[in-house]
């Protein structure tokens, strides 16, 4: 009997920006049928212009590369179809100032790895059952950036520097004039995504003055809130409310804030000034660092409300509001 094996290799169509923009220009690959790779290779190669995965109106994979310093500074980054989206800026400045649109797409996924430094950018996330915005963001590369979200978005800040989302302000997608009145009619609205805070390592003021708006948290799932790190969350203001049933109605949706001492820093802060919006769901905080000064959860409207200070744990200074007791 002989068995024949039939291998197929999809190649993917790359398009090489290879020197400077001169102008406004459209930068795009042509095929329908190959994931599309666009990479700006040279210094300000892609400044300035409209960046569009793939053929438009179809889906295929999409990865664009900045390599050069402002490589794609103030471009306009559109995902268009593409349901699984790598943006990788790896140069200083390359995506700073530049729009990414995320949004086009219910149920799409955008993955954004930045290890090199940025001004502030603005991006419209994915949205809808199934959609992701996965963010690796190294030291300074997603701080003072505006994010627009939905509660349907699994959302995930991966913090691999210090002041990687420091001065962050995430919001509503709805709330912004352009997408207010956009119709998805495959949105499922009682669907709500978790949201998980990652600082990784011990970096500093990860997530420092971070602000989730009242709209931009507004009826996410679970929270998963992790600070390691001097000043991690320090001055931070995160609303984790909702105005709609659990997506699982019998189960209450959960909040947790963990604040585990860094190596070599016992009393570093990471709560401090730190506030905390919570109601329906049920309320964890842990805390093992001292002077966690001024932190402040609100939570007389959460289903539970508990409290570990554990070790070195100071929650002297953590002002607690509660349903009934903690």
Known sequence: VTFC?????VRSETVNRDVEATGVENVE???????CVINC???RSCYDVDLYCANRGVDQPCTINFFGENAGQKARIRTGDSSVVQINAYGVNSISHSVIFAHTLVGSKLFVNATAAQAPFTLFSPIGTGSLLYMECAEEACNQCAIYQHYTTRFE?????NNAFSETTILNIFDHNDVATTSYPTLDASY????????????????SFLYFSETGGLNHADWYIQAYGLDALRGARIHATASIAPYNQSTPHVVKVY???AEQLPANNALRDFQ???NQSIVYVHVTQQQNYNARVYASGASAVSIWCT???DCSQLYMECPTSC
């Open 5 to 9: 094996v039939v291998v197929v290799v």
């Open 29 to 35: 690959c042509t095929r329908s049928t190959t994931p």
């Open 41 to 43: 290779n040279a210094n």
């Open 157 to 161: 800040l991966n913090a691999m520097g």
């Open 192 to 207: 709500r995504a978790p949201v998980f805070l990652r600082n990784c390592h011990d970096y500093n003021d990860t997530f």
């Open 259 to 261: 604040a585990p001492d």
């Open 276 to 278: 905390l919006w919570v």
């Open 311 to 313: 070790g070195d744990g």
